[in-house]
């Protein structure tokens, strides 16, 4: 496994495990979750076990060749991080038409299914999701690899409104932060976007620090702290970084939460927190059940 501008590659032998038969012999189509411009999304299920999985499939036809390469990567991250707190990868299929890529599903669908029924979370139910979503990131980070695009859509559910054992996903944007090399990229979503992504200045592990206190707010509040109906008006807002906390959605809010929050919203990313040092924060750490 090989890196290259931020993107692992993988070698001949590591490409011998794809499988080269139709997935549809293996697995049956239950419904799709998602059907975009270059792929779709099923929930499988496994013919002889009955195991449910989820499965991206790309066209080929529809590559160009920037995302071939993105598609081995996300592979190859997902191969790297195996951990309890990330999606896990099942396997991969390779036909002359598609690449499929079969990972573990999800019953609880992501977060943002939660916020169908309610406005916000509790900031006790916040605490729960971000010190996990922190561990998932640790591992990440620890092999200096960068999400990009943490948000709440990319935050799955074990179960159905539940908030306990959850797990990252997507890594399709996600770099390999390969000392001596700069990476640049203006990647991801808008409204969880770091400054210095819009700067197109070098990309750094504190991208998804950025992210997370964006998560943390729209979480506790229901909206995202700089996202407003204009683009334009979103970027200008995110490039000032100006976090307001308004009585009416944050009223309830304590201060170690806004404390909390704001040490993420910091334009200077030299001066955002590590991962390491959010998880042991004061805010997160009181009142914390022993296990």
Same mark, same amino acid.
Request: hydrophobic share 40%.
């Given at each position: 496994?090989?890196?290259?501008?931020?993107?692992?590659?993988?070698?001949?032998?590591?490409?011998?495990?794809?499988?080269?038969?139709?997935?549809?012999?293996?697995?049956?189509?239950?419904?799709?979750?998602?059907? @975009?411009?270059?792929?779709?999304?099923?929930?499988? #299920?496994?013919?002889?076990? @009955?195991?449910?999985?989820?499965?991206?499939?790309?066209?080929?036809?529809?590559?160009?060749?920037?995302?071939?390469?993105?598609?081995?990567?996300?592979?190859?991250?997902?191969?790297?991080?195996?951990?309890?707190?990330?999606?896990?990868?099942?396997?991969?299929?390779?036909?002359?038409?598609?690449?499929?890529?079969?990972?573990?599903?999800?019953? =609880? =669908?992501?977060?943002?299914?939660?916020?169908?029924?309610?406005?916000?979370?509790?900031?006790?139910?916040?605490?729960?999701?971000?010190?996990?979503?922190?561990?998932?990131?640790?591992?990440?980070?620890?092999?200096?690899?960068?999400?990009?695009?943490?948000?709440?859509?990319?935050?799955?559910?074990?179960?159905?409104?539940?908030?306990?054992?959850?797990?990252?996903?997507?890594?399709?944007?996600?770099?390999?932060?390969?000392? =001596?090399?700069?990476?640049?990229?203006?990647?991801?979503?808008?409204?969880?976007?770091?400054?210095?992504?819009?700067?197109?200045?070098?990309?750094?592990?504190?991208?998804?620090?950025?992210? #997370? @206190?964006?998560?943390?707010?729209?979480?506790?509040?229901?909206?995202?702290?700089?996202?407003?109906?204009?683009?334009?008006?979103?970027?200008?807002?995110?490039?000032? =970084?100006?976090?307001?906390?308004?009585?009416?959605?944050?009223?309830?809010?304590?201060? @170690?939460?806004?404390?909390?929050?704001?040490?993420?919203?910091?334009?200077?990313?030299?001066?955002?927190?590590?991962?390491?040092?959010?998880?042991?924060?004061?805010?997160?750490?009181?009142?914390?059940?022993?296990?």
């Amino acid at each position: 496994m090989q890196c290259n501008k931020g993107l692992f590659t993988l070698d001949e032998c590591e490409k011998k495990v794809f499988l080269k038969n139709p997935v549809d012999e293996s697995y049956k189509v239950v419904s799709i979750v998602f059907k @975009g411009k270059y792929g779709i999304v099923r929930k499988l #299920i496994h013919k002889k076990t @009955g195991i449910l999985y989820a499965a991206k499939s790309i066209k080929k036809q529809t590559l160009t060749d920037n995302w071939t390469p993105s598609i081995h990567h996300e592979i190859a991250v997902l191969q790297k991080c195996k951990s309890k707190s990330i999606v896990r990868l099942h396997e991969v299929f390779e036909t002359a038409s598609h690449v499929t890529i079969v990972m573990e599903y999800m019953v =609880g =669908g992501d977060l943002q299914s939660i916020f169908e029924k309610r406005e916000c979370l509790s900031e006790v139910e916040t605490k729960t999701v971000i010190a996990q979503l922190l561990e998932s990131v640790r591992i990440l980070h620890h092999q200096n690899i960068v999400h990009m695009d943490i948000k709440i859509q990319n935050v799955l559910l074990s179960k159905p409104n539940c908030l306990e054992n959850i797990k990252l996903c997507d890594f399709g944007i996600s770099k390999f932060l390969e000392p =001596g090399r700069v990476v640049r990229a203006l990647q991801g979503t808008l409204d969880y976007l770091a400054p210095e992504l819009l700067k197109r200045d070098q990309i750094t592990l504190k991208v998804d620090v950025w992210s #997370i @206190g964006v998560l943390t707010y729209s979480l506790v509040s229901g909206y995202t702290p700089f996202g407003v109906q204009s683009q334009e008006e979103t970027i200008r807002n995110i490039t000032r =970084g100006i976090v307001k906390f308004d009585e009416k959605l944050c009223g309830s809010i304590t201060v @170690g939460c806004i404390k909390f929050i704001k040490s993420m919203l910091v334009l200077d990313p030299k001066l955002r927190p590590t991962v390491d040092e959010l998880i042991k924060h004061v805010w997160l750490t009181t009142g914390k059940r022993s296990s």
